[in-house]
């Protein structure tokens, strides 16, 4: 009887082990998927913002890479893998917010015919700096200057006429059109942005998976 008993207690506590294991093991997978998921789409919305507010974007992309590093690196005591989520959000960073703006204003962006009216490259001792000077043929005929991070290369020259994209919300500048040798540089730029996007992801989902409990 004794015997028996001690082996049933035996048996559900066992029982209670694994279940506690099981559910120990599932919480950890959904929170490594959660972090995966929430690290990488912060980075994409604060660089999408950097293209509207330049300084607003770099403290939320520095607040998100400084937070993962913490978990990933502090918390889950995987260093690998939270410098590969440091580096691989700053090299996001960089390549996002030019991807999310070409293809929003390329897909969403209203077609204007425009003239160029001046272009300048206003600093040739550090590199190309250009900024080139548009005006609408149309409408209100407004005038804007955008720089290199509108697609101003010197592919225009003065009184030229292209055809630009505007933001039909009023937040980003124009978009001046690819010249012929920039052909699929957003696809390009969509797909390194892309790969970056998976990296990180999985590296934040195998550090939260290889988390060492001290």
Same mark, same amino acid.
């Given at each position: 009887?004794?015997?028996?008993?001690?082996?049933?207690?035996?048996?559900?506590?066992?029982?209670?082990?694994?279940?506690?294991?099981?559910?120990?093991?599932?919480?950890?997978?959904?929170?490594?998927?959660?972090?995966?998921?929430?690290?990488?789409?912060?980075?994409?919305?604060?660089?999408?913002?950097?293209q509207w507010v330049t300084w607003?974007?770099?403290?939320?992309?520095?607040?998100?890479?400084?937070?993962?590093?913490?978990?990933?690196?502090?918390?889950?005591?995987?260093?690998?893998?939270?410098?590969?989520?440091?580096?691989?959000?700053?090299?996001?960073?960089?390549?996002?917010?030019?991807?999310?703006?070409?293809?929003?204003?390329?897909?969403?962006?209203?077609?204007?015919?425009?003239?160029?009216?001046?272009?300048?490259?206003?600093d040739q001792r550090r590199g190309?700096?250009?900024?080139? $000077?548009?005006?609408?043929?149309?409408?209100?005929?407004? $005038?804007?200057?955008?720089?290199?991070?509108?697609?101003?290369?010197?592919?225009?020259?003065?009184?030229?006429?292209?055809?630009?994209?505007?933001?039909?919300?009023?937040?980003?500048?124009?978009?001046?059109?690819?010249?012929?040798?920039?052909?699929?540089?957003?696809?390009?730029?969509?797909?390194?942005?892309?790969?970056? $996007?998976?990296?990180?992801?999985?590296?934040?989902?195998?550090?939260?998976?290889?988390?060492?409990?001290?």
């Amino acid at each position: 009887m004794g015997a028996s008993g001690t082996a049933v207690a035996a048996g559900g506590t066992g029982g209670t082990d694994t279940s506690r294991a099981g559910l120990s093991g599932g919480r950890r997978t959904a929170g490594s998927v959660l972090w995966a998921v929430l690290v990488p789409a912060l980075l994409l919305l604060g660089s999408a913002i950097g293209q509207w507010v330049t300084w607003l974007g770099v403290v939320v992309v520095m607040a998100v890479i400084a937070v993962a590093a913490w978990v990933i690196g502090g918390v889950w005591h995987r260093a690998g893998a939270a410098t590969l989520v440091s580096f691989g959000g700053f090299a996001l960073m960089l390549f996002a917010g030019p991807a999310v703006y070409e293809a929003y204003m390329t897909t969403v962006g209203e077609p204007v015919d425009a003239v160029v009216t001046k272009v300048v490259d206003r600093d040739q001792r550090r590199g190309p700096d250009m900024f080139c $000077t548009v005006r609408e043929l149309g409408g209100g005929r407004e $005038t804007y200057e955008v720089s290199q991070q509108e697609n101003c290369f010197g592919q225009a020259r003065p009184g030229d006429r292209v055809e630009i994209r505007k933001d039909p919300l009023g937040l980003l500048d124009p978009r001046l059109p690819d010249s012929p040798d920039q052909r699929n540089t957003t696809e390009i730029t969509l797909a390194v942005t892309a790969g970056l $996007t998976l990296l990180l992801a999985g590296g934040t989902f195998y550090g939260g998976q290889r988390r060492r409990d001290r």
